[in-house]
C-alpha cells in the first residue's frame, strides 16, 4: 500500500493528467459532478454523492453515433465515436456503490451484441475508486452486499484528514501506479484498517442496512407486477425522469435523427421509463399511465434485470433517488411495501 | 406545528367521515421526518400516515388537475403560496373549482434539508422544530441551527401570508412574511454586464440534465401534450445538449408562463442540480409590473392578464431593452 499527503493531491492529479484524461469530482455551479480536471479547478473527493453518477463517462447523456451526408445520388456515412488513440482516461474517486453499477452497466452494453460506443471508453479508462468515511441516512449500498468500506476498482483509495491511501488491484491499476511512483510513498495499512472498521461501525447504523428484498424473485413476477400498491406508491409521481437521471444503473436510451446543415447526425440520449413518449411506437404507447411508467422502472430494476442476470439487482443503494425526488417517492418505499414480510 | 397537523388530521377525518368530500390531499409521513410525500387519503385509517411538518414544501395544487375530475369532491390543504397557484388554474380552466373544498393552513417557512446537511448534519436521525431554531441530531453529531438560514429558498422570499382562496382555514399563530425582497437577486443579474450575465446563465444552464422535474411540478406548465414531448412537433427536444439549444429550453419555458407563473418558486426546489430557475420567471414578472403595472398572476381567478389583453398604452416588445421601454 502507498499513501500521498492531502496537500499533495494536487501534484497527483497533475502528474495523471500528463497521461490521462482525469474525470474527478469537481464543484461547478454551485454542484458537484465530474468533470475533466485542469488547474485551479475545485476538486470535491469529500463529496459523497455526485449527482449525475460516473456512468457518464461511459454512457454519455447524449452522444453523436454516426454522419450521413448525401450529395446527389451517394450516401457518405462517417463515423464520429471517440477516437481510441486520444489520451485514455481515469475515473477518480469513484465510490463504492457507483463502481457497483459499473458491474451492472457492462451485463448490458458488453453482452452481446457489444455496444462498441460504451466499450471503447470502458476499455480506455482506469477507475480510481475511494472508499466511503461518511456515509449519510439515505445510503444501503451494504443492503446489496456492497463493502463500502472496499470497494474494487482498478486502483481503491481510501482519504482521512492526513493522507490518500492507494491500493492498486489490476493490471491497469498496476500501471496507473508505476506512472504516479514518484509521488508515492509506502505505508498506511493500519491507517486503512482503522478507518474500515469505523466505516462499518456508522454502516450498522444505516437506516436501510437490513431491507428484505425476498420477494423480488422470478417467480414472483405476476404477483408483484398486478399488486394493488402500486396505485397509491405512484400518486405523487410527477413523471419527471430526475430518478433515472441520478441513477447509476438507468441505461435506457433513444436514438434520433437531428437534421443539420451538413447532412444528418444520428444521435443518442438517455430516455427515462417515466417520459409518456418512452418506448413509443407507430400504434401508441405501450404504457399510458403514470402507474405503469412507475412500475416499470421498479420492476425492472428489482426483478427483470436480476431475473436475466443471476439475481444481481440493478439498484446500488446509492440513495440518490432518495435524496433527489421532488415528491419524496424513492425505491425504498417500494423495497419496503413489496420486498418481503421482514420490511418494518 | 405539531397542533397545526393535529387540527388538520382531525378536520381531514371529519371530512371523510361525513362523506362530504371522497378524498383529501396532504402530506404522508415519508422515511424520515425530513422527507414527507404528497399524498391523497381516501379514509380514516390512511390518515395515520398524515403528516405536516416543516418539510411539507411541495406546492399540491397541480394534483388537483386530476384529483378534481375524480368522482366526488376533493378537500386540499393550501398554503398561503400554493393558493396563488390554485386560483390561476382556475382562470385556465385547468381544474374543477365545484369539486374542491379549499382548507388554507398556517405556513411558518418550509425548510430545506440540503441546507441543514450542508451545515454538517449529514446522517440526521431526527429533527425537531421549535419556533425559529431547528433542532438537529445527526449521526456526526447534534446541534441547532436557526431557520432563517435553512428555509427553502422559495420562502425566503415569501410574498406574503395571505390566502388568496379558502372553504375554510385552520391557522391557530400569527403568519410571518418573508425577508428577503424577491427581486433583490433578479437587480444583482440587470446589474450584470452581458457577458457576465451570459457566463451566469451558461454555468448554472450547463448543469442541467434535461429531467423536466421543473416543467412537471410547475403548475402553469399544465398543457396537456407538452410541445418538447411530442415527436411530431419537430422540436421534441430530448437530448441533453450544453449548447444553446439547451439553454433555450429553459427560456423558452419562462416565456411559455410568463404572466402566469405565480412566482410559487417549486421549479427552484426541485432542482436536482440546483439551477435557480426562478430568476428567469421572476425577471419576467418584474419587467411585466415595470411595463404593464404591478401584477400578481394568481391573486383571483378572475380577469385578464397583461400579456392577454390589450391597451393601447401597451408597451411596443421592440422599443423595450432591459424592461424599460426606450
Not at chain 1, 495499512?189 to 423480488?216: C, G, N, W, Y
Not at chain 2, 454555468?203 to 407538452?226: D, H, T
Not at chain 2, 426541485?270 to 391573486?299: M, S, T, W
Request: glycine share 6%; with cysteine; aromatic share 10%.
Amino acid at each position: 500500500m502507498f499513501k500521498i499527503a492531502k496537500e499533495r493531491l494536487n501534484e497527483l492529479y497533475s502528474k495523471i493528467a500528463e497521461t490521462f484524461g482525469l474525470f474527478i469530482p469537481i464543484k461547478k455551479g454551485g454542484e458537484v459532478n465530474y468533470h475533466v480536471w485542469g488547474e485551479g479547478k475545485e476538486v470535491s473527493l469529500e463529496t459523497l454523492k455526485t449527482v449525475k453518477s460516473p456512468k457518464n463517462a461511459f454512457f454519455p447523456q447524449s452522444e453523436n453515433l454516426m454522419k450521413f451526408k448525401t450529395e446527389g445520388k451517394n450516401l457518405e456515412i462517417i463515423d464520429v465515436r471517440w477516437d481510441k488513440t486520444e489520451k485514455p482516461f481515469v475515473m477518480f474517486g469513484v465510490k463504492a456503490c457507483d463502481y457497483k453499477a459499473i458491474e451492472v452497466l457492462d451485463k448490458v452494453f458488453l453482452a452481446d451484441p457489444v455496444d462498441t460506443y460504451y466499450q471503447s471508453r470502458r476499455e480506455a479508462t482506469t477507475i480510481v475508486t475511494l472508499a466511503c468515511s461518511r456515509p449519510e441516512e439515505s445510503c444501503f449500498c451494504n443492503a446489496f452486499g456492497i463493502d463500502a468500506t472496499a470497494p474494487q476498482g482498478d486502483v481503491t483509495t481510501w482519504l482521512d484528514g492526513e493522507n490518500l491511501y492507494w491500493q492498486a488491484n489490476t493490471q491497469k491499476g498496476e500501471a496507473l501506479t508505476a506512472a504516479v511512483k514518484e509521488l508515492l510513498t509506502e505505508g498506511g495499512e493500519e491507517k486503512v484498517e482503522a478507518q474500515k472498521a469505523s466505516t462499518k461501525a456508522i454502516m450498522e447504523k444505516l437506516p436501510f442496512a437490513s431491507l428484505d428484498l425476498s420477494r423480488f424473485k422470478p417467480e414472483n413476477l405476476n404477483e408483484l407486477f398486478e399488486d394493488p400498491a402500486w396505485e397509491s406508491m405512484s400518486e405523487a409521481c410527477l413523471g419527471c425522469g430526475t430518478c433515472t437521471f441520478v441513477c447509476p444503473t438507468c441505461q435506457c436510451f433513444d436514438i434520433r435523427d437531428f437534421k443539420t446543415n451538413e447532412g444528418v447526425i444520428r444521435y443518442r440520449c438517455w430516455d427515462s421509463c417515466m417520459y409518456s413518449d418512452f418506448t413509443l411506437m407507430a400504434h401508441g404507447n405501450s404504457r399510458t399511465t403514470q402507474m405503469q411508467r412507475f412500475r416499470q422502472r421498479f420492476m425492472h430494476k428489482l426483478v427483470y434485470y436480476p431475473s436475466q442476470n443471476d439475481g444481481l439487482y440493478s439498484c446500488v443503494g446509492c440513495g440518490r433517488c432518495v435524496n433527489k425526488c421532488p415528491q419524496k417517492l424513492n425505491i425504498v418505499k417500494v423495497i419496503k411495501t413489496l420486498g418481503g414480510k421482514n420490511n418494518d | 406545528m405539531r397542533d397545526v397537523e393535529l387540527k388538520m388530521k382531525e378536520r381531514a377525518s371529519e371530512l371523510l367521515k361525513s362523506g362530504e368530500v371522497a378524498r383529501v390531499i396532504g402530506w404522508k409521513k415519508g422515511e424520515f421526518y425530513h422527507d414527507p410525500q404528497p399524498a391523497s387519503f381516501e379514509s380514516v385509517e390512511e390518515l395515520n400516515a398524515f403528516v405536516y411538518n416543516g418539510f411539507c414544501g411541495a406546492n399540491l395544487s397541480k394534483y388537483l388537475i386530476q384529483m378534481s375530475k375524480k368522482e366526488g369532491k376533493t378537500a386540499i390543504f393550501l398554503k398561503p403560496c400554493d393558493s396563488y397557484s390554485f386560483n390561476q388554474l382556475v382562470k385556465e380552466h385547468r381544474i374543477v373549482r365545484e369539486n374542491i373544498h379549499v382548507i388554507a393552513i398556517e405556513c411558518q417557512g418550509k425548510l430545506d434539508i440540503e441546507k441543514i446537511k450542508a451545515k454538517g448534519f449529514d446522517f440526521v436521525t431526527e429533527v425537531e422544530e421549535n419556533g425559529d431554531e431547528i433542532a438537529v441530531a445527526s449521526l456526526y453529531g447534534n446541534g441547532a441551527v436557526q431557520k432563517d438560514e435553512v428555509l427553502l429558498g422559495k420562502c425566503e422570499t415569501c410574498k406574503g401570508k395571505v390566502h388568496q382562496v379558502k372553504d375554510e382555514e385552520i391557522i391557530l399563530h400569527e403568519m410571518q412574511a418573508g425577508k428577503k425582497n424577491r427581486f433583490e437577486e433578479v437587480e444583482k443579474l440587470e446589474a450584470m454586464t452581458e457577458d457576465e450575465r451570459f457566463a451566469f446563465w451558461r454555468e448554472q444552464l450547463q448543469k442541467c440534465i434535461r429531467c423536466n422535474a421543473c416543467r412537471n411540478v410547475c403548475p402553469a406548465c399544465s398543457c396537456l401534450k407538452c410541445v418538447f414531448d411530442n415527436p411530431a412537433s419537430g422540436i421534441a427536444a430530448k437530448a441533453n445538449d450544453d449548447k444553446f439549444e439547451e439553454q433555450l429550453f429553459h427560456i423558452i419555458r419562462a416565456f411559455h408562463v410568463s404572466g402566469r407563473c405565480t412566482d410559487c418558486g417549486e421549479c427552484s426546489r426541485v432542482c436536482p442540480q440546483n439551477i435557480p430557475l426562478h430568476l428567469l420567471n421572476r425577471k419576467f414578472i418584474k419587467d411585466i409590473d415595470g411595463l404593464y403595472g404591478e401584477y400578481q398572476a394568481g391573486e383571483t381567478a378572475e380577469g385578464k392578464t397583461p400579456l392577454t389583453s390589450y391597451t393601447e398604452g401597451d408597451a411596443e416588445p421592440n422599443d423595450v431593452v432591459n424592461g424599460e421601454v426606450r
